[in-house]
């Protein structure tokens, strides 16, 4: 059976739509990691994913009569454009089922290659059953995308070339596991040429339901799957890929939807190229292996296989990167509600470069704040936790508490009945540490401050909102300081929305 699938790889006929894609070094990311790490690049396939081979592959092999009656295919998207575009080339009608979570962009890409776009489902497990009803109803061919042979070796074609295209040393080969078609053809083609390499699946935390079933010996169905890292997103692995995964694949790698976002923005570095997050989980996963094994000075492939982002969701991936990249903590700060606390915890943040701050008074004895700092290691935190503490400010480490980061940093503030003699102004701070210390000591120490917003957006210059409550009689003086601390500013006192709303 191994030696058919290495005929099956090395015979197949990918290339008549596919293109050999390039292993290139990603410099930056291995510089930082210490370890020589090469990108397989999926994401310059036709459709920008690997998925084009396996199903051409499939099709291709197809009889006559099968073909002309037409095929239908289950996709959360990159598989759907693969089956889309052969059924184009071959000349035969393509229905795809897509879950109705299916980024647009995908959608798309399906409807502009002539495939017929059935939305149906949340999960890729509810259009295949979707799918499965249709393919009885009209009689067509079903071209799964993942447990299917003639899939498996389309996609062990990219195992091929990596070993071909690098024949010197390499340690280890990290491959994003959804329902398993991709690493199957990649390990069951190197295991055999090259049983030195380790191939190590990457799965995300809430989408793992390959490593549950190796775990538990017998395929394992998930109730439900994380929507983040959509091409991965599968309930149930395939019966053919589970069988050549368990005979194999040496390791595998779990990771949190922040290490996703940190191993896109590491790409796009080195590549200026914009990764999904199924596209850059095997960098995630190849940057936490290498950390957790303390492996040193090794060369590994990251197969960046796809990128069709829909591009709305950049925001949240820059947003979350940092965290990723463990190079942001978050806090939640409790703090004396009085005049010089904020200063005194600012002081106590000292150079740290500032990458969120949020306060609205609320109390008149205690003062919250959401703060989130750029730090260098993971161990930090409790570091810097530790260090408000000790100064007599109560603080909660939420760096890893999801609720925090994608929700509660933007729901800091709303109405307060002790905003007595408050003004509202917009500032544009210059990017650079001490910048929000230059104007806090440019400050009267009796002006109280009642709000704080402020987060680093990676320009030049930074945007704040703040609100200080200035008596009557200091309005002259608030316009010198105003002139003197010498940063753009707007009035929004009187702005609507914040009457309305804070």
């Excluded at 596209?279 to 296989?305: D, E, F, M, R």
Aim: charged share 25%; net charge neutral; aromatic share 8%.
């Amino acid at each position: 059976m191994s030696t058919d699938y290495l005929k099956r790889i090395l015979t197949s006929k990918v290339y008549d739509v596919a293109v050999e894609t390039s292993l290139e070094p990603a410099p930056l990311l291995s510089q930082r990691i210490s370890n020589a790490i090469l990108l397989k690049r999926e994401d310059t396939q036709p459709v920008f994913s690997f998925k084009l081979r396996g199903a051409y592959n499939k099709m291709a092999n197809l009889t006559p009569a099968a073909r002309s009656r037409g095929v239908i295919a289950a996709s959360a998207g990159n598989h759907a454009q693969g089956v889309a575009l052969s059924a184009r080339r071959l000349g035969c009608r393509a229905v795809i089922v897509m879950p109705t979570t299916t980024p647009q962009v995908k959608i798309d890409a399906v409807r502009r290659l002539g495939g017929e776009v059935v939305l149906a489902g949340e999960s890729y497990s509810d259009a295949y059953a979707h799918a499965a009803k249709l393919e009885k109803k009209e009689k067509l061919t079903f071209v799964h995308p993942f447990d299917d042979p003639d899939v498996i070796a389309g996609q062990g074609t990219v195992g091929m070339e990596i070993l071909r295209q690098h024949p010197g040393e390499l340690d280890a080969v990290f491959v994003a596991v959804g329902g398993g078609g991709l690493i199957s053809g990649v390990a069951t083609y190197i295991k055999q040429l090259r049983p030195d390499v380790k191939v190590i699946g990457v799965q995300t935390e809430d989408s793992d339901a390959m490593v549950r079933s190796i775990k538990a010996g017998r395929r394992v169905m998930l109730n439900d799957v994380g929507l983040f890292s959509d091409g991965t997103a599968v309930k149930q692995v395939g019966a053919e890929t589970f069988r050549l995964v368990k005979q194999y694949v040496d390791d595998f790698v779990v990771v949190d939807t922040d290490a996703i976002c940190a191993a896109i923005k590491d790409v796009f570095q080195d590549t200026r190229s914009v990764l999904e997050p199924a596209g850059a989980l095997a960098v995630a996963g190849a940057k936490q292996y290498l950390a957790q094994h303390k492996w040193k000075n090794k060369t590994v492939v990251a197969i960046s296989c796809g990128a069709n982002m829909n591009f709305d969701r950049l925001r949240f991936v820059a947003d979350r990167a940092e965290v990723g990249e463990m190079r942001e903590a978050v806090f939640a700060v409790s703090m004396p509600e009085q005049r010089g606390s904020f200063r005194k915890f600012c002081e106590l943040v000292g150079d740290r470069s500032v990458t969120e701050f949020n306060y609205r008074i609320s109390d008149s004895a205690r003062a919250h704040v959401f703060v989130g700092l750029q730090v260098s290691s993971p161990a930090e935190s409790d570091k810097i936790a530790g260090h408000f503490r000790k100064h007599g400010f109560d603080t909660l480490d939420l760096t890893h508490d999801e609720m925090a980061k994608t929700h509660l940093r933007h729901m800091v503030g709303g109405r307060s009945t002790l905003t007595q003699d408050e003004v509202l102004y917009r500032f544009e701070f210059p990017e650079r540490p001490g910048a929000l210390m230059r104007f806090l000591n440019s400050m009267k120490p009796e002006w109280n401050i009642s709000l704080f917003h402020y987060r680093n957006q990676g320009a030049d210059y930074g945007r704040i909102l703040i609100g200080i409550q200035v008596p009557p009689g200091d309005k002259k003086l608030f316009k010198t300081f105003l002139e003197e601390v010498d940063y753009p500013y707007w009035n929004e006192t009187d702005n609507p929305a914040y009457k309305l709303f804070l």
